[in-house]
């Protein structure tokens, strides 16, 4: 799988010192009638119990621009929970669950279901609200960040 490039986001959760989050390419819409996002998390990761106690998540599609925000959610520079925030700008929408400024889009969601398979969590969310942005996409492909670029 990780030679198939795909989207960058970061998905947020909790509150204060319980924040935590994870950089993903496992976050894609499921339904738009109701609008609903589908995530797939480690039960190992951190973000996993948060999401699990809070029931939300905000899905962060990040801007090329953002990758440094990757990076650091992605567990690389050995930083945790709300210390992963650090560098960038934050912010609540409907759901409470921590929101990037700036970026590319947020989609904010309310746990509705939790689904436990082998060794991740399938998160099911229903959208509570949604911001949009501007740039140019992240992208993800064999352990590397890049941008997409048209044919």
């Not at 990780?2 to 390419?25: F, Q």
């Not at 190992?44 to 440094?68: G, K, T």
């Not at 746990?111 to 609200?129: K, Q, T």
Request: with cysteine; net charge neutral.
């Amino acid at each position: 799988m990780r030679n198939m490039a795909g989207g960058i986001s970061v998905i947020t959760a909790g509150e204060g010192d319980e924040r935590t989050g994870a950089t993903v390419t496992s976050a894609t819409a499921l339904s738009m009638d109701p609008p609903t996002m589908i995530v797939n998390i480690n039960r190992n990761s951190s973000s996993w119990p948060i999401i699990s106690r809070y029931r939300h998540f905000c899905v962060n599609i990040l801007s090329a621009e953002q990758h440094l925000v990757a990076r650091r959610f992605s567990g690389a520079d050995g930083l945790k929970g709300p210390h992963r925030y650090q560098g960038a700008s934050w912010t609540t929408l409907a759901s409470g669950a921590p929101a990037l400024k700036d970026a590319l889009a947020v989609i904010d969601c309310e746990v509705e279901e939790l689904i436990e398979r082998y060794s991740h969590g399938i998160i099911l969310g229903r959208v509570v609200s949604v911001v949009t942005g501007g740039g140019e996409p992240l992208t993800y492909a064999n352990g590397k960040y890049g941008t997409f670029t048209e044919l």
